[in-house]
């Protein structure tokens, strides 16, 4: 009787200690609460496409999350090593039914990301934001300019590093950078078309709202997002958000001034980038009106 007792008592003690083991992980976030998630979507670039804008634009959804920063998981060594864990603790927390959404456009040229990106999670939607290819180019120059300026250090002008032997040189990064083809058929090896996206980066500046739209329906989302979201700003010269009666521009280092290219130059790159783009436009069933 007494050895029956104590085996009640026991199984009724371990009952209760597992139900509050359930409610601690509950409200830690481990069941319905919130807390962090692997992304379900990433942007993989490209690099001044106009990433960080579809990313802030995006995060207008209720049912987005966007990190932060950059995360540069699956492109960088040191990060990747740290595994899923270490990426899932740079995430902001959501809810169930949230999406969580991060971009690092080192990712589009970055020869091991796709794989890696695959073995984590099969199923992960990517968001390519592309851009006319010679404007991308001279974004990207501007970027590393600008970088170095603030550093106090010189750098070259364009044509300098751009032109080689009356050519335009393949081997400069920031053309390697604007050929993308190449670097979505590495994405095309690892995941179906039907999960990569491709947002129109020049239209995204026009006019943001259709083209989020789109993303809208890519992702599953219900539509959310609405034209009165966006405000253009004149003074920046750019759509800039409009949420929770705040007025918001992306940072100075988006929509910087470009350095003047001469036409005779901006011809050759256009002609550098022609076929190449015509592949592109292949790949991706689409064309884009590019130079
Ligand atoms: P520029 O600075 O050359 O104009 P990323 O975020 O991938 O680095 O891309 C930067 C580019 O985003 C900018 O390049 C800018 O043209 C573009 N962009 C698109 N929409 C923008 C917006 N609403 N505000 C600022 N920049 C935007």
Redesign the pocket.
Known sequence: MVGTLLLLSLLFLSLLLLLQAQLSSCLQGGGGGPTQRLPGAIII??????????LE?LNVHPDIRAAKSEVHFFNRDQNYQRGPSWYRAQMPESLPGQLTVE?T?GYFSSPVAPERARALNASLRLLL?V?DPV?RL??DY??VLSNRRERGKGYPPLERLLIREGRVDPSYKAVQRSVYHLQLAAWLRCFPPGQIHVVD?DA??RD?FPELRRVEGFLSLAPAIAPSD?RFNHT?G???LESGGRHR??DE????P?PPVRPAVRQRLCRHFREHNRRFFEMVGRSFDWC
């Open positions: 670039g490209v690099r001044k496409g106009g990433t960080r804008a579809l634009m971009k456009p934001i851009r404007e001279v974004s501007t970027q980066g995204l500046i943001p966006f920046k750019f759509f800039c521009c992306l280092s988006k929509g910087r470009h």
